[in-house]
């Protein structure tokens, strides 16, 4: 469904990129976990296949087509979803508005179903009581779910996830990777998570690993 | 439009917030009210001068061309003792209707003043001698000089064209004044002192002496009874002694006592002007129709003396609109630039889902709408308060400034009442005039109210402010690039 072709990419240096000449192909109904130390530009690879922002060399094409092509905003509003470490959600808005305006934004298939969101919220352990709650009075673990409700309501089939769980313990991290192959394998949508644990990794369907400018496959 | 919802969930959300930000902006707009309000009620206070003030203009002899004419002869002639004499033409009538049809011109008055002797009357005295008692000693006849008279007779288009009436210096208090249908006739309106002095009264009828020529005798009807102000030394003569001692007439019937060569002239015709604004302009369309032996004057002091003081008024009121205006503008900026760099994360989310960028402009810009609609309903308040202040203070400042330069009796409203004691009266009327310079001309009051348009005005004031410090602000948005969020 994804895939990168000769995708390289570097700040100031173009002599010293973060990572050079990167051919990967990622499919819908899978999760990939993509491992690395610090510093080696997993989140800089995650902004490129998110459109957030350009490559330096080579280029992404969704399903045979170039983002270029589709046009960044175009494609960041229809065709991706992303889930950051923190401050993924309007803080002035409840869980459900959350929803509803993401929603909106994407034009999804959904859009203005206020049961549909409440339903994928209760689905993700979000009580009544919490769906109109301000979402700055939840926990940093149900702020991170309402966050992957989000991308379950949107119609995108490509969802990417930086360190989702870096700010959760262990219950929670469990609990939001289980959702993650939730939408990879229910939802049949391609999921994409950078992490630094490998615990986290060992549950994705397939693992990479960012070292020395290239990705090398684990699994 | 689910940039419309955003915004209304963030205002709500953040009350407090919302609540400092309405009070920025309520005081900024309230002087940017005041302002307005502070201007428009000097450009309505203008044009009320406009109307009330009035201005006049007089044609009369050239006295500049007929000293020069004088000087000229004395020099030429040799012989040095022979004094050269000051000769002044009288304005011809047929010079002053042709002015008359200039479009500014609203009516006109024609004044021929002669004197003559008392006959069958005596005249009042200054009551500072003999002749207290009403039977009468000889009083007052101290002139016995050929050429004037003890009798001032001021001959007229009609009284109530005259600045003593309008400037109500002098009023009719019996029969009626003089009209332009006097003309021809021996019609006089005489001052009350000299009525109840000789027994006279509406319908009576007295004789004067003519003081040149033949000295002929001339019965003369009363048709009115007027009363002068005490104060007033407008008509006083060269020889009179009691302002009481002064009768209106026709013009004709002044001419007439003069001698025949004086037939269709005047001493001087004073027209009304009907905007004042356009006085000289008006001047100079009728010196294209006379000779140079005469000579038109504008008297519009009043006007522009009011004009002048309301100018200054209108232009601090548009300096502080407009300094308020920027300052209130960039203000903002700066409040909206901080309140975007707090909401990077969210923009940057925003941006994330795909999200326009003009769309989370016009977030922000509908955000601050709202602050502004609120704002501008306090404004709405609390803009009368401080217009009403500053108008106060700022007509006092400038017409203490104006007073030295106007020399005016006329006064707008046009109700003042001579006597009293005090000349300020309530709406701006004027006190009792008097041809001396000490007059005070008393600004009118600014009147300071909301009005629809007002109102209109500052929410286009408010909007563009809005508009703008959000345009300024909304670099910060355009140039946020999501993955600097991502990656912070
Ligand atoms: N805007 C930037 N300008 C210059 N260099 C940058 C910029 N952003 C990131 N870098 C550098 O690029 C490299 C890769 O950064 P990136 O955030 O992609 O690493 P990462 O693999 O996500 O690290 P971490 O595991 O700590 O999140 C880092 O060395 C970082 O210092
Ligand atoms: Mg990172």
Redesign the interface.
């Known amino acids: 469904m994804l895939r990168t072709e000769g995708l390289g990419y570097w700040y100031q240096d173009k002599e010293q990129p973060l990572f050079q000449d990167i051919n990967l192909e990622f499919e819908e109904g899978q999760s990939y976990a993509i491992l690395g130390h610090s510093g080696t530009g997993k989140?800089?690879f995650?902004?490129l296949i998110?459109g957030?922002?350009k490559p330096r060399e080579g280029d992404i094409f969704l399903n045979d087509r170039s983002l270029k092509q589709i046009g960044l905003?175009?494609?960041?509003?229809?065709d991706v979803a992303?889930v950051?470490q923190a401050?993924?959600?309007?803080?002035?808005?409840s869980p459900l508005?959350n929803l509803l305006?993401?929603m909106?934004?994407?034009n999804a298939r959904h859009a203005g179903d206020r049961g549909y969101a409440q339903r994928v919220l209760n689905d993700l352990g979000i009580g009544d009581e919490l769906l109109t709650r301000?979402v700055q009075r939840l926990s940093g673990g149900q702020q991170q779910r309402v966050a992957i409700a989000r991308t379950m309501c949107c119609d995108a089939k490509l969802v990417v996830a930086?360190e989702p769980t870096g700010n959760l313990d262990e219950d929670n991290t469990k609990e939001v990777i289980d959702q993650f192959q939730r939408i990879a394998h229910d939802q049949q949508k391609c999921v994409i998570i950078v992490t630094h644990e490998p615990d986290v990794a060992a549950r994705c369907d397939h693992q990479y690993r960012l070292e020395n400018k290239q990705f090398v496959q684990l699994d | 439009m689910n940039f419309f919802k955003r915004a209304w969930l963030n205002v709500w959300a953040k009350k407090g917030r919302s609540v400092l930000l309405i009070l920025v902006s309520s005081a900024i707009l309230m002087f940017v009210l005041a302002g307005l309000l502070i201007r428009s009620a000097a450009v309505k206070a203008t044009e009320t001068a406009k109307t009330d003030a009035g201005a006049t203009m007089t044609l009369s002899a050239n006295r500049q061309a007929a000293f020069k004419k004088m000087q000229s002869s004395s020099s030429s002639s040799s012989s040095k003792s022979s004094r050269p004499k000051l000769t002044l033409t009288p304005v011809k009538l047929s010079d002053a209707k042709r002015i008359a049809k200039l479009s500014n011109i609203k009516s006109y008055n024609v004044t021929s003043s002669t004197t003559a002797n008392a006959k069958s009357y005596e005249t009042v005295s200054t009551s500072t001698g003999m002749s207290d008692s009403s039977g009468g000693g000889p009083g007052g006849m101290k002139s016995t000089s050929s050429s004037s008279g003890d009798t001032q007779i001021n001959g007229v288009t009609a009284t109530a064209l005259t600045t003593d009436f309008t400037d109500n210096q002098s009023k009719i208090t019996k029969g009626r004044g003089i009209k332009a249908s006097d003309q021809g006739t021996n019609n006089v309106v005489i001052e009350k002192d000299l009525a109840s002095q000789n027994n006279l009264t509406v319908g009576d009828t007295m004789t004067i002496k003519e003081t040149t020529g033949s000295k002929s005798t001339r019965k003369v009807k009363v048709v009115g009874i007027y009363k002068a102000s005490s104060t007033s030394s407008v008509s006083a003569g060269p020889m009179s002694t009691d302002p009481a001692n002064t009768i209106y007439a026709s013009y004709t019937l002044a001419n007439t006592i003069k001698g025949s060569k004086y037939t269709g002239t005047a001493d001087s015709v004073t027209f009304n002007v009907t905007n004042p604004a356009k006085a000289s302009a008006t001047k100079k369309a009728g010196n294209k129709l006379i000779s140079s032996k005469y000579a038109l004057s504008t008297d519009d002091a009043s006007y522009q003396a009011i004009k002048a003081s309301m100018d200054s008024v209108e232009g601090f009121a548009n300096k502080i609109v407009w300094l308020v205006a920027i300052a209130g503008t960039i203000i903002l900026a700066l409040i909206v630039i901080l309140m975007i760099r707090e909401r990077r994360f969210e923009i940057g989310v925003l941006l994330s889902l795909g999200e326009a960028r003009w769309k989370i402009v016009a977030q922000f810009f509908t955000e601050m709408l709202m602050v502004i609609v609120v704002a501008l309903a306090i404004a709405g308040v609390g803009g009368q308060f401080v217009g009403n202040q500053l108008g106060s203070q700022l007509v006092s400042q400038s017409t203490t400034t104006q007073t030295s330069s106007s020399r005016t009796s006329g006064q707008p409203g046009g109700s003042g009442q001579p006597g009293g004691g005090s000349g300020g009266m309530r709406g701006g009327a004027g006190g009792p005039g008097s041809t001396t310079n000490s007059t005070k001309t008393k600004n009118p009051d600014l009147e300071i109210t909301v009005s629809a348009v007002d109102l209109a005005e500052l929410g286009g004031f408010g909007l563009a402010i809005t508009f703008l410090s959000i345009m300024i602000a909304s670099g910060g948005i355009l140039r946020l690039e999501p993955k600097k969020v991502l990656i912070s």
């Open positions: 989140t800089t995650l902004s998110a957030l922002d905003t175009n494609y960041r509003r229809h992303i950051f401050y993924n959600l309007f803080n002035y808005m508005n305006t993401a909106a934004i994407t301000n930086d």
